[in-house]
């Protein structure tokens, strides 16, 4: 059975904070015309990073809680095609669905119910900390690669 003091380590990295920003810090105030655009020697664009953190987190997601999940191929199933675009309401809905899975996932892990450390009956071996470990620490590694994208494109507001 999982401790509340594992449950609350857990949470925490998921929430980001003690050593990196969080996700909401990250995408604040991203300018519409940023959002498309590719930095010098980088091969795809804000919104095609942010799309590929919320395909992943949401592949994981779904390996956690449903048995039956396939994943998509790699890596073509977890990018964008390279030559996508979004509109302003196509990058929201990107947000809104990271946003939204992050939430599943930390119900998962907030659930007493939860054992974080048994195995997944469909993948021996692997248990819900596993899981959500390679959650959290994806999302830190492009956050991190994110804000410095909009530092290198000048697009974080004026006050920041």
């Known amino acids: 059975m999982t401790s509340p003091e594992l449950r609350a380590v857990v949470l925490a990295i998921l929430d980001a904070g003690d050593a990196h920003m969080s996700f909401d810090e990250a995408v604040d105030a991203i300018p519409a015309c940023a959002i498309n655009r590719r930095p010098p020697n980088v091969t795809y664009t804000p919104w095609q990073l ?80 596993r899981e959500v470990r390679i959650v959290a620490d994806h999302n830190a590694y492009h956050l991190g690669e994110f804000a410095i994208l909009r530092q290198v494109m000048g697009s974080w507001p004026a006050d920041r």
């Open 50 to 129: 942010l799309e590929h953190l919320r395909l992943t987190q949401w592949d994981i997601l779904e390996y956690i809680r449903n048995p039956d999940h396939v994943s998509p191929d790699w890596p073509v199933g977890y990018w964008p095609d390279r030559e996508a675009t979004a509109t302003p309401a196509e990058l929201a809905a990107t947000v809104a669905a990271f946003r939204a899975d992050l939430a599943a996932i930390r119900a998962i892990v907030a659930d007493p119910a939860t054992d974080l450390l048994a195995p997944l009956p469909h993948t021996p071996g692997h248990t819900v900390l």
